[in-house]
């Protein structure tokens, strides 16, 4: 059975993410290790990475994943945000690496009017500025399927595949893919053949050995909308059938499946997340 979990709060301290997850019954966990809305943070000090690890010792869970800040946007043509993501996916990646958490998932970026291929050689180019001046980092960047709203990339396998085939260090990239986004982008996999389109064209485009991580999320919004909306799953457009494709897909069955769902509680007073992840593990069980 494949890890389940879910993005956790880490209000309080980061060692309460891992807390949180173990009560929800997660078997893996995303994070933000910062304030996802701010640029500025302060560096983790030893006592705080002491207490994660100890709390990830204690609970059993492994957090498979940190989010990076929502601010970078490695492609904008703005000098002064391109700056300021460049150096705050830096902080990112070590602060991933001073966890010893293996990804680090962040979305390509939104280009602002300036083109997708220029998009896309932009953030390439930040790509290879920031790997080498990270030097010999553990950290494998995800980079995140998009539902393609605005300007952003990301919402084609096309842009992926585009982005990895520049970079130098290319063994440091992989993939998220996330089901509410690639549907809302246009992916409808809802049917057997659909299905089997969508993994056909991710694996003929990226390749499958590049998929690492997925956001298990069902969709507010019809395939092509091309607007983010998560919803509960079973509850949205895409449905049991469509989300069990991938679940039962014995090529995933080491694949971390991580909601980003809603949180709160149901019109029974239940979790969410155990709501959630009971839909994942009977699914599984069938």
Request: glycine residues 10%; positive net charge.
């Amino acid at each position: 059975m494949p890890l389940l979990g879910a993005h956790m709060s880490i209000a309080g301290g980061l060692e309460n993410a891992l807390l949180r997850g173990r009560k929800r019954g997660c078997s893996a966990i995303q994070i933000f290790t910062r304030n996802s809305n701010r640029w500025d943070v302060k560096p983790l000090e030893k006592d705080e990475t002491g207490r994660f690890q100890r709390a990830r010792k204690e609970t059993g869970v492994e957090p498979v994943a940190v989010h990076d800040s929502y601010l970078i946007n490695l492609a904008s043509p703005r000098q002064e945000v391109r700056d300021r993501s460049l150096k705050a996916l830096f902080e990112e990646i070590k602060r991933t690496e001073a966890l010893n958490i293996p990804y680090l998932v962040m979305h390509p970026g939104a280009h602002l009017g300036q083109g997708e291929k220029a998009g896309i050689k932009r953030v390439s180019d930040a790509f290879d500025l920031i790997l080498e001046r990270c030097g010999k980092t553990t950290v494998t960047i995800l980079l995140e399927t998009t539902a393609g709203q605005g300007s952003s990339l990301g919402y084609r396998f096309e842009h992926i595949a585009g982005i990895i085939e520049r970079v130098r260090k290319k063994e440091r990239f992989g993939v998220c893919l996330d089901t509410c986004h690639i549907f809302a982008a246009g992916y409808d996999f809802r049917t057997p053949g659909t299905y089997a389109d969508l993994i056909g064209s991710f694996d003929e485009t990226i390749g499958l050995d590049r998929l690492r991580l997925f956001h298990f999320n069902d969709s507010k919004k019809d395939p092509g909308s091309r607007v983010d909306r998560h919803e509960h799953l079973g509850r949205g457009k895409i449905g049991k059938t469509g989300l069990s494709f991938f679940l039962k897909d014995p090529r995933f069955r080491d694949i971390p499946f991580v909601l980003e769902t809603p949180k709160g509680a149901d019109p029974n007073g239940d979790d969410w997340d155990e709501v959630n992840l009971k839909f994942m593990r009977e699914i599984l069980e069938e």
